[in-house]
């Protein structure tokens, strides 16, 4: 009984390890033009705080994307928010 246990877990973890190599687990940019994220606070729409990552600027000689903040639709309180860029498999934020 031991034994198919030891057997079944070695498995276990012989196939999460496989999983972590295919394509669909590597590394993706965040900071990628076009990319939005939001969290709503509440049940209603209005309650949407939305990111969206929106062109480009230079800070301190380096290039960095511009994070805008708004409020569930994209035209209404549209504005600059941070500063986001990848750096290796990492990405940093710079708020305003």
């Known amino acids: ?4 246990l030891l057997l079944s877990l070695l498995l276990a973890i012989y196939g999460m390890a496989a ?3 295919t394509e669909q687990m590597e590394y993706r940019p965040f900071a990628k033009e076009g990319k939005t994220w939001e969290a709503q606070v509440g049940p209603i729409l209005e309650n949407n705080y939305c990111n969206s990552v929106d062109g480009d600027t230079l800070i301190g000689g380096e290039s960095w994307k511009k994070v805008y903040n708004y409020i569930a639709f994209p ?3 549209y504005s600059y928010y941070a500063a986001i860029r990848d750096v290796g498999n990492t990405s940093k934020l710079l708020n305003s």
């Open 1 to 4: 009984m031991k034994t198919k």
């Open 19 to 21: 999983l972590a190599q």
């Open 75 to 77: 035209d209404f309180n």
